[in-house]
């Protein structure tokens, strides 16, 4: 449900990407870290020499792994607001690529039921490395196998049948995909989320069009689009905040708001004396049923 391709039954390529940028974050940013997770470093394994690929270089992608570690931590504050704020434990992450905060966070993940949602192939994988790392696959901890193209959008079906509640409320996260669905395949997730219980909390990640972009972060942007394309898994999808709040109302979401990337630099970057801040283009929608 991720980004750019890969060789099948392996992470794709974007999920490899981000896992490296967030433990670059801990090797060469200064302290204070916005997420510290290594663990992805470890489960991706990537060849010797990772550091020194251009995608990697410390000062040309600090604004975007910043980002990176930014939209993670705000998903699990947010986590951790609704789980002891409103009693929520059951947290889902669409298309959870290399995400660890299972093992990462496992005594506040233990207190939860934890559901993350991919390809099986790629999810596959991810099992086996987790296994050779010495992590075992908790109780709580739920790897749901979905072929998003051939499930016909029944993601929900098979979450239930791995052990979700659709009648408690819930969590959901769906970060770094929407770029690569229609607007339409989008719209389509919103409604199945939206008929979740009460109470439940969805953030969703989306890109911006180029001319909301900040100007010194649109050729990067534009980099993007054109690995995104040669990978062969295009961008298809860009949302105003109107157009993404607009959705989630259609949707029937009780109420959304738009959190901008901005906001989350000021949250999370503020007084850095090594001026890190995270790239614009990448809002959030947070939407409640």
């Not at 062969?232 to 109420?255: C, D, I, N, Q």
Request: with cysteine.
């Amino acid at each position: 449900m991720t980004g750019d391709g890969a060789t099948p039954g392996t992470p794709d390529n974007t999920a490899v990407r981000c896992a490296l940028w967030r433990a670059m974050h801990v090797r060469v940013d200064a302290p204070p870290h916005v997420l510290e997770d290594e663990i992805g470093l470890r489960i991706a394994d990537p060849a010797d020499g990772w550091r020194d690929r251009p995608d990697m270089e410390p000062a040309a992608t600090s604004t975007f792994r910043a980002a990176m570690v930014a939209r993670a931590r705000f998903v699990e504050d947010l986590l951790a607001e609704r789980a002891a704020g409103h009693g929520v434990d059951q947290y889902v992450l669409l298309g959870a690529g290399l995400d660890t905060f299972a093992q990462r966070r496992a005594e506040a993940a233990s207190r939860l039921h934890v559901f993350e949602v991919d390809q099986p192939g790629p999810q596959d994988w991810k099992r086996r490395r987790l296994a050779e790392l010495g992590y075992d696959i908790p109780d709580w901890l739920h790897l749901v196998p979905v072929d998003f193209e051939a499930s016909g959008g029944a993601w929900r079906e098979q979450l239930t049948a791995a052990g979700f509640d659709p009648g408690r409320p819930a969590v959901i996260a769906s970060v770094g995909v929407t770029m690569y669905l229609t607007k339409d395949a989008t719209a389509t997730t919103l409604r199945q989320i939206a008929g979740l219980a009460p109470g439940s909390t969805l953030a969703m990640t989306f890109l911006l069009p180029e001319d909301l972009v900040a100007e010194a972060d649109r050729p990067g942007l534009r980099r993007s689009k054109a690995g995104a394309e040669s990978a062969g898994t295009p961008f298809l999808s860009f949302y105003t905040p109107e157009e993404m709040l607009e959705l989630a109302r259609e949707a029937g979401f009780k109420e959304a708001r738009h959190v901008s990337g901005t906001s989350l630099a000021e949250r999370y970057f503020a007084g850095r004396p090594d001026g890190l801040r995270p790239s614009t283009g990448e809002d959030l929608l947070l939407a409640d049923t």
